[in-house]
């Protein structure tokens, strides 16, 4: 379980710091402002651009994604392939 833990710990610190890294390039118009990081993302014409803001939103997604399947669905499957084998040997 602790495996599991761990795992999940990464995806969502992993993610989450990429998202943060990327935000405070792409979305911080100015430090004074109280919308920093979440701010509307420009409209960038350039390929790269386009890119960041892409992996930008695919490491949120993936922070939230990653920590909720090794936090929840994985256990989840085990405990129910163990009370279905538990079911079927009885």
């Not at 890119?51 to 499957?77: D, K, N, Q, S, Y």
């Amino acid at each position: 379980m602790s495996d599991e833990f761990a795992k999940g710990f990464f995806a969502l610190c992993g993610g989450l710091f990429g998202w943060l890294v990327l935000s405070s390039w792409y979305n911080t118009e100015s430090f004074e402002s109280t919308t920093q990081l979440i701010a509307p993302s420009p409209d960038l014409g350039s390929l790269y651009g386009g890119i960041a803001l892409t992996a930008r939103e695919a490491l949120f997604w993936f922070a939230i994604f990653g920590a909720l399947t090794f936090w929840v669905v994985i256990p989840a499957a085990r405990q129910a392939r163990s009370a279905w084998s538990d079911r079927q040997s009885s």
